[in-house]
């Protein structure tokens, strides 16, 4: 199954965009990042089951006024139960599930110097996904809203992609555009990011990012994958096929490399395979040509020297003899 992982910034969270958030949650993702809820009602959110981390609760003080930031991390019953391990900090949680390290942030505009952004940048180094309202706008007129800035952000940010080797995630749908919340990956196959417009809830901020990260569906070096291929002379069966193609979106985008564009066409229609005609398993008696051991290989051929040789005939008495 796909992972689905959401960020949010909520500004203020009242039982209103609560509410509206633990059903997103549950209709939509598999956890959920909800970003500058300033500890509103903390005391009661803090025992809800879907609670899985905070960020610190700042020390109270005697001056009026509400707290700033604070990040509430929240799953589903089935994430929950995959959650290996939790970092919190004041400016971002840090999940694991399966071979993934997700980190949740939120940069606040005037508080938090570059040095600081830059700081923490580099203590998730090692995470697979960063995703967050880092309050920055890059220089992209085709996926980017607004105008670019703070250039010291932006400088920050630049140094740590290209240190790190993370790509910056563009919307899956051409035409949405970036705000000041952005994604950013690191692994070898990019997830999908979707932008979900906010409709249900009071905040200034147009979309809910939304990461969907595909389950690998490589082959094994070892086991070369077959299916059953002859099922396709029926006419019933070639209208499932093309009706199971049909069903589908592109299985690659054109911002992907050729050889990502290959894998994931490979990988697609070797789904469509098995979903449709099946997947033929192997037999002992249908071992396939690579399966031969070098061993084996050379029994064989020593056999066929013996039998073509005249050196090892039987030896037949002559009158001679």
């Known amino acids: 199954m796909s992972l689905r992982i959401g960020y949010v910034n909520v500004q203020g969270l009242d039982r209103g965009a609560w509410k509206a958030c633990q059903e997103m949650l549950e209709s939509r993702f598999d956890y959920l990042f909800l970003a500058e809820t300033w500890f509103s009602n903390h005391n009661q959110y803090k025992s809800n089951r879907r609670l899985i981390s905070t960020t610190p609760e700042p020390v109270k003080t005697l001056q009026p006024g509400r707290a700033h930031g604070g990040i509430y991390f929240i799953g589903t019953h089935r994430g929950r139960g995959r959650v290996k391990k939790v970092k ?35 203590s998730l180094k090692y995470s697979t996904i960063i995703l967050g309202d880092i309050n920055t706008r890059f220089l992209d007129p085709l996926w980017q809203e607004g105008l670019p800035g703070p250039m010291d952000r932006r400088l920050a940010f630049g140094e740590f992609l290209v240190r790190t080797g993370f790509e910056h995630l563009k919307p899956s749908v051409p035409g949405l555009k970036l705000t000041t919340d952005h994604c950013f990956a690191r692994s070898k196959e990019p997830p999908r990011l979707e932008l979900v417009p906010n409709r249900t809830f009071k905040t200034d901020h147009k979309y809910t990012l939304g990461v969907v990260i595909s389950p690998q569906q490589a082959v094994p070096e070892n086991d070369m994958a077959r299916f059953r291929i002859g099922r396709l002379a029926t006419a019933s069966m070639q209208d499932l096929v093309c009706q199971r193609i049909k069903g589908d979106d592109c299985p690659f985008t054109a911002r992907d490399p050729i050889n990502v564009m290959n894998q994931k066409l490979v990988r697609w229609c070797q789904l469509v395979l098995q979903q449709t005609v099946g997947r033929q398993s192997y037999r002992s008696s249908d071992t396939p040509p690579e399966a031969v051991t070098a061993s084996q290989s050379s029994a064989r051929l020593y056999k066929q020297a013996c039998r073509s040789s005249k050196e090892n005939r039987p030896i037949v008495p002559t009158p001679q003899a």
């Open 88 to 122: 919190a900090t004041p400016h971002s949680i840090t999940f694991t599930v399966g071979k993934e390290t997700i980190s949740g942030v939120y940069f606040p505009p005037k508080t938090m110097s570059t040095s600081e952004v830059a700081k923490v940048l580099d």
